[in-house]
């Protein structure tokens, strides 16, 4: 019943936001809402993260767990998109990436790390977390995040025939998604007490970090829930460094190293080292991945195998 109640709060206000269509002026401030609502959910997250007992035992392990999973899953879709790309190859016409785009894109990063900083610094030498209860805030602001990504969805003018329409889109998203369950049950494999389900539950965020880790701290604790969210965010720094260098020759795979952030964060990148040909395929795959990976991560965390 209770996976059933976490299902219905991603996909209910997923679908009323989606309901919803602002004019394009209210799209900078919508955007600029949820850049600030992720800042203050990473800063949530640090002070959730402050309690954990025996935290500096704790930071090894994050670190361990987030090195292999992200191998896992960013290995299996190197591998499994660069055949994709050799076997169906696509030409497009590179451009040179913007320096500015690039450089701002990881400063943004930066100042995501940042907030978690912030708020592991503040839950660990103030009694903030006394007042502010970050757990029941969590669960205020997920709602909220979900509410205004389908809000984004529905006023940037994506249809939904133009998503599925998109052949390439499309068939890249199936085969990241693919790739990244191979990548999850890997990592199940590897690490001593990592379930399949809970492997392929992790490998689902594909780069969502201020979701996956709101989900899987409540599911697995504050630890997990930094797992995912660093993983998460390793795949953001990785796409922004490598898309420029990808898209010359795989450009399928420069589209999908991206993850849900193909969507958004990263589009810039893709579209100057891409072209314009590559934005529409980018946006079709963004968008399947971003309404799927909320569904699979809620899904595969409720097996209790």
């Known amino acids: 019943m ?4 976490t299902l219905l709060i991603i996909l209910l206000p997923l679908l009323v936001g989606f309901l919803i269509r602002l004019p394009k002026k209210a799209m900078v401030w919508l955007d600029r ?3 600030y609502l992720i800042y203050a959910i990473l800063f949530l997250i640090g002070l959730s993260l402050a309690h954990v007992p025996n935290l500096s035992a704790q930071l090894s392990v994050i670190s361990i767990n987030v090195s292999v999973l992200f191998v896992c899953t960013m290995g299996a879709n190197l591998l499994l998109m660069i055949w994709f790309d050799r076997r169906y190859p696509w030409h497009l016409t590179a451009q040179e990436p913007s320096k500015t785009k690039q450089s701002f894109s990881f400063g943004g990063s930066f100042k995501q790390i940042a907030c978690l900083a912030i708020g ?3 839950g660990l030498f103030s009694d903030i977390s006394a007042w502010l209860y970050p757990e029941t805030a969590i669960k205020y602001a997920l709602i909220l995040l979900i509410f205004l990504v389908g809000m984004q969805l529905r006023s940037s003018g994506i249809g939904l025939r133009q998503v599925l329409l998109n052949r390439r889109g499309v068939v ?3 085969l990241f998604m693919l790739s990244c369950m191979l990548g999850g049950l890997v990592f199940a494999l ?8 809970k492997g392929l539950a992790l490998s689902s965020g594909y780069g ?3 979701l996956s880790s709101i989900i899987f701290s409540q599911v697995y604790g504050p ?3 930094s797992i995912s969210m660093l993983n998460d965010l390793a795949r953001e720094f990785f796409a922004l460094f490598f898309i420029p260098i990808l898209m010359r020759r795989f450009p399928c795979t420069a589209i999908a190293s991206g993850g849900a952030t193909s969507l958004d964060f990263t589009l810039p990148a893709i579209q100057s080292s891409g072209g314009i040909a590559a934005v529409p395929v980018a946006i079709s795959f963004g968008f399947i991945v971003n309404l799927l990976s909320p569904v699979l991560m809620v899904f595969f965390s409720s097996l209790s195998v």
């Open 120 to 122: 592991l610094t503040c």
């Open 223 to 225: 630890v997990w829930g």
């Open 33 to 35: 809402g949820l850049g």
């Open 208 to 210: 969502w970090y201020s």
């Open 190 to 197: 590897i690490m001593p007490g990592v379930s399949w389900s």
């Open 172 to 174: 890249i998203s199936l």
């Open 2 to 5: 209770q996976n059933l109640i």
